[in-house]
């Protein structure tokens, strides 16, 4: 196993290098500048050209792309244009934001999807399976954005259950409190986003269980379990649910940086400040700088997550062995 995660990381290496030219690449083709929005039509030449050595936009692009490799393997990834600040630091600071919301809403899909999609593929046929499909259906098809504006309205409106929106309670709240309460406030506060994000991703949890449970257990394998005797609970969650893994744990690697890239909607919802809502404000004012910082760390969490369910797939299933 070690050597196949060694060879794994030497791959992705590459791939990784790979895809930061892609995105540069892009970056370039693009149409529009990124100073276009900030330059006064009376500016001057002598102006504009300190304006563009600032950020090294006077550089030839392939001095620029090797210039931005060296700083951002230092953890560096230039300034940004429209905040002034470095955008390393405006990572840091809006990514416990989505990194919470993420992965609360991930726990919240498997806790839910996996357990309906067992007792559906069990209650085959039968009202329970009914039910659960439907919901499915309606989580998969529901916009997540229309899903977060509904349990604002019913929750929050209607019935003042919840916050609306934000991470927490505005000043001078957090002055006097203890750590404690303030998690709990923020938790507070992610009761709605990580239930509208972690719903419409059980839904699909569901079916993909449902789907790989039903193929299993109509195996000769489980037909003898049953002929021998053994509980039905133990056919199922030990023998069954096992083998039934994988689909789920490839849907796992693929929903993580998925909801990474994904919670912008969710975010810009619920007035979430998490990356979500700092990469449309860069897109929006041809930020170069973010843009590409946020994409290289969205690309990180992909090939991590890649590399995490193919060593998940050996534990779920002895009989993939990676020599």
Excluded: C
Aim: glycine share 8%; aromatic share 10%.
């Amino acid at each position: 196993m070690r050597g196949f995660i060694i060879r794994r990381i030497l791959q992705i290496i590459p791939v990784f290098f790979g895809i930061l030219l892609l995105l540069f690449i892009l970056m370039e083709l693009s149409p529009g500048q990124p100073l276009s929005d900030l330059q006064d039509p009376r500016i001057t030449a002598a102006h504009r050209e300190r304006m563009l050595a600032r950020f090294n936009l006077d550089l030839p692009v392939r001095q620029r792309f090797f210039n931005w490799i060296a700083d951002a393997v230092r953890g560096d990834f230039g300034e940004s244009i429209t905040h002034r600040r470095p955008v390393s630091e405006l990572i840091t600071t809006a990514l416990p934001a989505t990194l919470t919301l993420s992965i609360s809403a991930m726990l919240v899909s498997m806790l839910i999807g996996i357990p309906l999609g067992i007792l559906s593929a069990v209650y085959k046929g039968k009202g329970i399976d009914t039910v659960f499909t439907i919901f499915a259906f309606i989580g998969i098809s529901m916009p997540i954005f229309f899903f977060g504006v509904l349990l604002i309205l019913i929750f929050s409106v209607n019935l003042g259950l919840t916050p609306v929106m934000g991470y927490g309670s505005p000043p001078p709240f957090g002055r006097n409190e203890t750590l404690m309460q303030i998690w709990a406030d923020r938790a507070w506060h992610l009761i709605l986003p990580v239930s509208a994000l972690g719903l419409s991703g059980a839904a699909s949890y569901m079916r993909y269980t449902r789907a790989s449970m039903l193929e299993v257990i109509h195996s000769d394998y489980i037909r003898t379990a049953r002929a021998k005797g053994l509980k039905e609970s133990r056919i199922i969650f030990r023998h069954a649910m096992r083998n039934a893994l994988i689909p789920i744990i490839t849907i796992m690697g693929l929903q993580l940086p998925g909801l990474f890239s994904g919670s912008a909607i969710t975010e810009a919802v619920f007035g979430l400040p998490g990356l979500g809502g700092l990469l449309l404000q860069a897109v929006g004012g041809r930020n170069y700088p973010i843009i590409i910082g946020m994409m290289t760390i969205i690309a990180i969490v992909t090939l991590a997550s890649a590399l995490i369910a193919e060593i998940l797939y050996a534990v779920a299933d002895p009989r993939i062995k990676y020599d």
